[in-house]
């Protein structure tokens, strides 16, 4: 999976860095950015997996933006994958490489394996369900929580904003592809979301999982991929989830 994304990525993504044409980008809302490249990449990463697993529904971000209904069958699927073709849109087409290729595979509603690939950075996540999170290929572990606590957000109306004594919320680096393995390599404490789509969420919450963090929604619940949920809270271990909740 990893090895198909990284040809997909080199194929129809990298060329087009930093070159892309006007008529390349498009708005699907106001602020809302995509490109050719995120149509192109979903289609060959749906169109793989589909002769792969023809039994599995694939759950990608373009494609649900035109059919609402995917999200239904997906979260009825026994077997199911997520793709995000370019995670952190925005970030790409403005020519930042804090942008990643990711997928998850999910059976009974479990997110099971997960990938990420950072194709401007060269960095490649893997995670298996108790197997372990790695970075090219060396095993990942998050380092051990420590105050003062570093907190981010994805909300903008939020940055600034204090938790009890907690140091004032910084921005993310507004790729859930970024995100997700700047927590668990210590760069922030906890993230706090608030949307919750699972091709957003459910391949770096097996990261995190795997990594010995912990991923919580906002209501208090294990976050689970085919459940909507308010928001969520991203942690390095269970016991700051539970301290930032409460801050919530």
Not at 45 to 63: H, K, S
């Amino acid at each position: 999976m990893l090895a198909l994304m990284q040809d997909v990525a080199a194929r129809v993504i990298e060329p087009r860095f930093r070159a892309l044409a006007n008529h390349e980008v498009h708005e699907k809302n106001p602020g809302d950015l995509v490109t050719i490249a995120d149509h192109e990449a979903e289609l060959l990463l749906t169109e793989a997996l589909q002769t792969a697993y023809p039994d599995a529904v694939i759950l990608g971000e373009e494609a649900w933006s035109e059919d609402h209904d995917l999200l239904d069958r997906f979260q009825a699927a026994e077997h199911a994958f997520t793709i995000d073709p370019v995670d952190g849109t925005k970030n790409f087409v403005h020519g930042s490489p804090d942008h990643a290729v990711m997928a998850s595979e999910i059976v009974a509603g479990q997110v099971t394996r997960s990938w990420i690939w950072q194709p401007a950075h060269r960095r490649a996540y893997v995670a298996e369900r108790g197997r372990g999170a790695f970075r090219n290929g060396i095993r990942l572990a998050r380092p051990e929580t420590v105050t003062p606590w570093r907190g981010v957000t994805s909300r903008r109306a939020w940055i600034g904003r204090t938790l009890g004594d907690l140091a004032p919320l910084e921005l993310t680096w507004v790729s859930c592809g970024i995100d997700y393995p700047h927590l668990i390599e210590g760069d922030a404490d906890f993230i706090l979301y608030a949307g919750t789509k699972p091709w957003d969420h459910a391949p770096g919450s097996l990261l995190v999982e795997e990594a010995g963090g912990y991923l919580g929604t906002t209501a208090g619940q294990p976050y689970r991929p085919l459940e909507d949920a308010p928001g969520l809270i991203a942690a390095g271990d269970e016991s700051t989830y539970a301290a930032v909740l409460g801050l919530l």
